[in-house]
């Protein structure tokens, strides 16, 4: 697991607490390698948490029914989508985003080259999400048929590129790990 | 024959035509690109905005006290607080007529809604969270009105919507061309054959990924403005902005950063945008605002939205002699920047890739309806009038008897009469319409299709192979400014670029297109490596920002490389022009002497004298030894207004089988040959093109906004409205010729709605070729398993009397 990070100064929010909406609650989550610690109000989303309280933006989002994919990360190594998991929840757990994909040297992620080379994103919208949810997708799978990648990526809505070259991008990336 | 699906295309020896990788990708694909939504603003204040859940209503009152009360809450307005902001309504840029219907449109409404989304109150607060929680308190009494939703109802002017008007239609704008008068009648008159078809174009979501969002960032004592949001067009953007709300144009400043996705919805001016920049003024802070989706549904325009009646006359062999069309295209309830046209912009295209004598006889009425306001959506009226011509061919082959592709050759404009005077009195550039169609039978094996439909679709047969095509002109490049002021469009279609040549010989481009996905930063890159001689890698494209970028007309219409990318050429032309003189200077020769290749200019006759672009960069930033009467560095600045539209063409097939017991389409194999003339990379232009293609198939199979009676839109999430996912669409294989353009030295087109508007044609043709044999002729779209189910029904039906019509 990369452990590279691109906080910046001061990108934390401070946020006030409002008595209305309950206490706070104090949780401890790794991202990308680093502990964060931070008191959320227990109705935040993960999503929420990961973009405004740690500042990490690179997870986007792009509704609000979980049905398009944008905010997947993994959590303990598995595509999950961050808007479908409370912040609370992820009290404890072990979790990588965009940000932390590429090397610490530079080195896109496989899956991030594979996407490049092969044309699988336009807007960059999705994208994150998307390989996210792909190298999930690999690594339970390293003999994906395109088949298999169409079915596997469902959850992950692109509206740019129509999918050929998402599909084509993944499966190069599997035959080349 | 060409098929480019693989790496197989070999690379011209310049830059021009190479499947370069793009630039844009490493912070696409690592989180680091600012999305509006990203930034990171501090002190400002979070606006949501409550929208009306009524179609049509009268407001009451507005109780603000509760939410107000709420902590962190810093400001709740109502419609009615806030009219003095307004020092004009929301722009309309698209007067189609001089007597349309445009009514008042303010950023919030204070008196009546016209639809389910239109704003009516603000919250501005010290968190996202806050000001939603907040508007939840915020207490409206509404009157509810009739909602209106059908398009011929609300033609009936049963309910008027806008009292004012005293009307539901907008406009009627017609077009008549016919060569002698009466030829329109006396063609359908005289005709061997004749169809009479109506088409209807659902309501479309757009759904770029990324909802809108907007940030107003003012300068409070130094009175500076700028506007971050999500746009396609932050120049036109800022002069609209200067015009409605009076503020001064030169101390504002519009940046679309990273954008996700347009598609048309994010060409125009919307509501959120001037509340943020009017509120940002009032509280002499940031206030900015994100979209959810649920919100997007109904707050951002949607595309479509139009009955079509199409009519085609033809002689024995099938030519066409005459097309009639009627348009009713839904306005929803207000105008929008370019709502009226849409459907105008259409109107040059029913005559398909064919050729027409000049008889045709079209008229389009907008019409009021108290739902969100439709504008562009990738292809802006042409998809819809392709629609049309090309299912309505399909229906001429069958009454003439003969295969649809065959109907289409006989009526193909000859390449031989390009440059072609079409009936509008528009000029085609080019076209090769025979040899793109050959391209895409070939692929497909059409004729072995068609022999294996025989044997397939037989009686009892529930799996049915249907084959159907598309023939189309993308119109692109919009547009030249005299025919755009002949359609009373309020600004030109031209394009601004700067070349910058830096004094380490590094170069900057400042271009007045905007990408949010098809990128421009590689592609101007690679015409500008190829000009001068240089690697793309030093050339950076600077754009979205009207501070770095201040001319452009920003991007859509596929407008961008055939009226952007032109004017980046004649830049580059420009800078080497001045270039040439001071090496002519330094190297002491005549500048006609000169040649310039691969970033040397060298010296004919004299093969020892040269000199690279890179010194004649530096000699001409420190201008100590410059020709007499020439300015120091090197730049030019182009603006370029194109003598003509551009016209790709090309052929979309389609093969599906369709299961009869279940309604259920599949897409077996989906071909398109698309020519956008030169490729400035064809790794873009596939993908352009994939892209496109699929928007398209997602209208003819799954994706429609609708609406209840009482005018709810019912579909309002993703998951109500099917955006399809990657197993729901086939692969695409595709082909390619090139017919350069005449009209530009690049002899390029544009490529970024041809997908759309060839293939929801071709998808739907090969449905309604499956299930021919059962009698059906129309399967409207979406071609849900629903809907091609009650097709079949009702063509059963119609055949016998007991038929299972539910």
């Known amino acids: ?177 | 024959m060409t098929v480019i699906d693989e790496k197989t295309t070999q690379a011209p020896s310049g830059v021009i035509g190479q499947r370069l990788l793009r630039k844009e990708d490493p912070i696409l694909l690592t989180g680091e690109a600012v999305f509006t939504n990203d930034m990171k603003v501090p002190g400002a204040l979070y606006m949501a905005v409550l929208r009306s859940p009524y179609a049509h209503a009268k407001i009451l009152s507005v109780d603000t006290s509760a939410a107000a009360s709420i902590p962190g809450v810093a400001a709740v307005y109502s419609g009615a607080d806030l009219t003095d902001l307004w020092t004009a309504p929301m722009p309309c840029a698209w007067p189609v007529t001089e007597d349309m219907k445009n009514p008042a449109h303010y950023p919030i409404a204070s008196d009546t809604v016209h639809y389910v989304g239109d704003g009516v109150a603000v919250v501005l607060a010290e968190t996202d969270a806050i000001a939603h929680d907040a508007i939840e308190a915020i207490d409206v009494q509404y009157e509810a009105l009739e909602a209106v939703t059908d398009l011929e109802d609300a033609l009936s002017d049963r309910v008027v919507l806008h009292e004012e008007l005293g009307t539901n239609s907008s406009y009627t704008w017609p077009l008549l061309i016919e060569e002698e008068e009466g030829q329109v009648q006396r063609a359908f008159d005289n005709a061997a054959f004749s169809v009479n078809e109506r088409y209807v174009q659902q309501r479309l979501i757009p759904m770029a990924m990324e909802p809108r969002a907007v940030v107003a960032v003012p300068q409070p004592f130094g009175g500076d403005m700028t506007l971050y949001t999500s746009t396609q067009i932050p120049h036109v953007l800022k002069v609209m902005i200067a015009v409605t709300l009076g503020f001064p144009e030169h101390q504002l400043r519009v940046v679309a950063p990273a954008v996700g996705g347009g598609f048309g919805a994010k060409l125009n001016v919307y509501a959120e945008e001037l509340l943020c920049l009017a509120l940002a003024q009032k509280h002499g802070g940031p206030v900015r605002w994100n979209e959810t989706r649920s919100e997007n549904t109904m707050a951002t325009t949607q595309g479509r939205g139009q009955i079509q009646d199409i009519e085609l006359a033809a002689d024995t062999d099938g030519k066409l002699t005459a097309i009639r069309v009627r348009l009713i295209a839904d306005m929803g309830g207000y105008l929008q920047l370019l709502t009226p046209g849409v459907p105008i912009l259409g109107a040059f295209l029913y005559g398909g890739v064919y050729d027409l004598p000049k008889a045709y006889d079209f008229s389009c009425t907008g019409v009021f309806t108290t739902m969100t306001p439709t504008d562009a959506y990738r292809g802006a009226g042409r998809p819809e009038a392709t629609y049309a011509i090309e299912r309505a061919m399909d229906a001429l082959a069958r009454e003439v008897g003969i295969d649809p592709l065959e109907l289409r050759r006989r009526n193909f404009i000859a390449t031989e009469k390009y440059p072609y005077e079409a009936f509008t009195g528009l000029v085609y550039d080019s076209g090769d319409h025979d040899k793109a169609a050959s391209i895409a039978t070939e692929m497909v094996d059409y004729a072995a299709l068609r022999e294996k439909q025989v044997t397939q679709n037989v009686d009892g047969s529930t799996k049915r192979l249907g084959v159907g095509v598309s023939t189309y002109f993308e119109m692109c490049g919009l547009a030249p400014s005299r025919v755009l002021s002949s359609l009373n469009y309020s600004a030109g279609g031209w394009e601004a670029a700067t070349v910058r040549i830096l004094p380490t010989s590094k170069v900057q481009v400042v271009t007045g297109t905007s990408p949010h996905g098809q990128g421009h930063e590689t592609a101007w890159s690679m015409i500008v490596a190829d000009k001068l001689g240089i690697d793309p890698a030093d050339v950076d494209v600077l754009h979205s920002d009207t501070a770095i970028a201040p001319l452009g007309m920003d991007t859509y219409g596929s407008r961008s490389l055939p009226v952007g990318g032109v004017a980046i050429g004649m830049a580059c032309d420009q800078v080497i022009e001045k270039a040439k003189q001071i090496a002519a200077h330094q190297m002491e020769a005549s500048a006609d002497d000169l040649e310039f290749a691969g970033g040397v200019f060298t010296v004919a006759g004299s093969p020892d004298k040269e000199m690279p672009l890179a010194a004649v960069a530096f000699e001409a930033f420190t201008a100590h030894d410059l020709p007499d009467g020439l300015e120091p560095n090197l730049e030019a600045q182009v603006t370029y207004d194109p003598p003509n539209f551009s016209w790709p063409f090309g052929t979309h097939i389609c093969v599906v089988e369709v299961d009869t017991e279940t309604g259920d389409v599949e897409v077996l194999k989906y071909v398109a040959v698309d020519d956008c003339g030169v490729q400035v990379n064809p790794l873009i232009v596939e993908g352009q093109v994939h892209g496109g293609v699929i928007q398209g198939l997602a209208q003819a199979l799954f994706e429609e906004a609708t609406y209840d009676s009482h005018g709810n839109l019912q579909t309002s999430t993703m998951t109500e409205y099917l955006v399809p996912g990657s197993g729901d669409v086939p692969p695409i294989t595709l082909g390619h010729s090139v017919t350069p353009s005449p009209t530009n030295a690049l002899g390029v087109k544009g490529v970024g709605e041809a997908g759309t508007i060839g293939s929801a044609p071709a998808v739907i043709n090969a449905v309604v070729d499956a299930l021919t044999g059962l009698g059906v002729t129309n399967v409207p779209m979406p071609a849900s398993p629903l809907n091609v189910w009650n097709a079949m029904q009702s063509a059963q039906s119609n055949t016998s009397s007991n038929g299972g019509q539910q």
Not at chain 1, 112 to 121: S, T, W
Request: charged share 15%; glycine share 10%; proline share 3%.
């Open chain 1, 1 to 177: 697991m990369s452990s590279r990070l691109r906080e910046t100064p001061g990108a934390t929010f401070n946020h006030q607490h409002h008595e209305q909406m309950g206490a706070s609650v104090e949780i401890t989550v790794t991202i990308n390698g680093t502990q964060h610690t931070h008191d959320v109000e227990p109705r935040t989303l993960l999503v929420q948490y990961i973009r405004e309280h740690v500042g990490l933006t690179g997870t986007n989002i792009g509704c609000d029914t979980s049905s398009c994919g944008a905010c997947s990360i993994h959590m303990n190594g598995e595509a999950v989508k961050s808007c479908t998991i409370l912040a609370v929840q992820a009290d404890g757990q072990d979790i990588t985003t965009i940000e932390g994909m590429a090397s610490d040297d530079g080195t896109l992620h496989p899956m991030q080259q594979a996407f490049m080379e092969n044309h699988g994103l336009q807007c960059g919208y999705c994208t994150p999400g998307m390989v996210m949810a792909a190298s999930s997708l690999v690594n339970d799978n390293p003999n994906l048929t395109e088949e298999d990648v169409r079915l596997g990526l469902e959850g992950n809505l692109c509206r740019c590129t129509g999918y050929h070259n998402i599909v084509k991008s993944v499966l190069a990336a599997a035959s080349a790990d």
